[in-house]
């Protein structure tokens, strides 16, 4: 899920390790310490067995809290024009209030009127590893919908562990490049070992360089975190738009503390009772349908270098991966001053990155011909780079590093080794000819996790709440629309809200009749009529 680019949304991040490079996972689940906040110590877990729903935490704010709720935010300039920043506490470890803190970047946007102020908006933009804050100053501070942003105070905070909170660092520069290009469609047990051994690599680092916060990351934390900002902002109930991972933050609230609800919409939706190896492998199918809309799409225009109106789009898939296996053969150049080539891998993300918005896909028309017909990968290695949130520089931001760490916290891990992978093909190449290969070898990073999960899968039901208004995009890569089915039938109070198109998530994506029941949802509290699809 992400945004070098001034992005409506982040993407969803691939939990995936050293393949990273094709992998969008963005897997996750309930995790971290005891849901009351007392002191049944750190190997607690908060999620109940699959099927089982989050259980709210006691309505009563534990004195060992209070601190954390009472204080006072310092706000000042953040020397980008209209926006404050602040920096706000919160507990390391919730089991433990007093054995440290983690201090979290917070930024807002007051409301700008007319009309009465509603309160404080929150928003996140997913990955997990997105920074919110980017996000707000970058997009939703200045672009959301003007009358939204006249009644609220756009507000957003870093998650703990994400970019200004405290991030998780793993790899450096040159180690990242080296992982990020690690080949992830293993041919031989040579291969496999080198892939497993990046993994290693990449956790080891993790565990090395981020040993405390890495394990106090989860979900249900970031949850946590985000009812003391409610409080602190002087708001009873929290407003929050989040998208992709994010909803599944948002939902985490909501089954946390059902009673503080108040107009909760998430885009993009995640279905919190799935697996980490279910979640891989209906993403991965949830790619296939995106890369076969891009197909039928690509050989409409001449200049697609996959086919021509004649071709069909398990043709134009058998196409590119041929191209992917010459790449996986011989690297071609790539114009890179740190003399980088194109591989596979990184090819390969550079075609994922495309299918989670359609105005890419001219974009990736171009790089396709550029490499296929042109030997210069520099297309696609710059569609790569802006998913990794790698810069000019060749410095990453610690948007991969996050991903890992929530992932590998909320769920056990899908496959506990190459054995299980292998036996799984099948079933990830049915789901995606294209991309089933690589991502679930990617799906192998958190076995070698330096730290145990905390989460499973669970149900949130989130029991009397105000209505929430669940989004789904029928075409969506990243986020299946069955995900954000089954998360609004879960919901007690759960809408469902559909849009018929491509791309992951809705809202401010050109579609009126999205952005009408959303924006009216937020300024009125009027959800959508039951079954509402637009396109």
Known sequence: ????????????????????????????????????????????????????????LPRDTP????????????????GVPGFECATMKAPLDYDKPGSGDVRLAVSRAKATGPGKRLGSLLVNPGGPGGSAVNYLQSYAGIGYPAEVRARYDM????????????????????????????????????????????????????????????????????????????????DEKLTYVGASYGTFLGATYAGLYPDRVGRLVLDGALDPSLDARRLNEEQTAGFETAFQSFAKDC?????????????????????????????????????????????????????????????????????????MRRNDGAGLLALSDSYYERDADGQYANLMSANAAVNCLDLPPAFSGPDQVERSLPAFEKASPVFGEGLAWASLNCAYWPVGNT??????????????????????????????????????SGTLLTYVGDGHTAYGRGSACIDSAIDRYLLQGVPPEKGKRCS
């Open 1 to 56: 899920m992400h945004m070098r680019r001034t992005p409506r949304q982040a993407r969803p991040l691939r939990a995936g390790g050293a393949l990273l490079a094709a992998v969008a996972l963005l897997v996750s689940a309930c995790s971290s310490g005891s849901p009351s906040g007392g002191s049944s110590g750190s190997s607690t877990r908060t999620a109940a067995p699959t099927g089982a729903a989050l259980t709210p």
């Open 63 to 78: 004195s060992a809290l209070a601190p954390y709720y009472g204080q006072k935010l310092n706000w000042r300039s953040c």
């Open 155 to 234: 507000v957003a905070v870093d998650p703990r562990g994400v970019a200004r909170s405290e991030p998780v660092e793993c790899l450096n520069g040159r180690a990242m490049d080296a992982y990020t290009q690690t080949d992830t469609t293993p041919d031989d047990g040579r291969e496999t070992d080198q892939l497993v051994e990046a993994f290693k690599k990449f956790a080891g680092g993790c565990g090395a360089h981020s040993p405390d916060v890495l394990r106090h990351v989860s979900t249900v934390e970031a949850a946590r975190d985000m009812d003391i900002l409610r409080a602190v902002l002087g």
């Open 299 to 371: 050989v409409r225009h001449s200049d697609c270098p996959l086919g021509d109106a004649g071709t069909s789009p398990d043709q134009v898939g058998r196409n590119l991966k041929a191209f992917f296996r010459q790449l996986d053969k011989k690297p071609i150049p790539a114009g890179d001053p740190d003399g980088r080539k194109l591989g596979e891998a990184l090819a390969t993300t550079g075609v994922i990155t495309a299918m989670y918005d359609e105005s890419s896909w001219p974009q990736l028309r171009d790089a396709l011909t550029s490499a």
């Open 455 to 492: 989460g499973e899968p669970h149900r949130i039901e989130a029991k009397g709440a105000a209505p929430i208004l669940v989004v789904g995009t029928t075409r969506d890569p990243a986020t299946p629309y069955p995900w954000a089915r089954s998360l609004a039938s879960q919901l007690s």
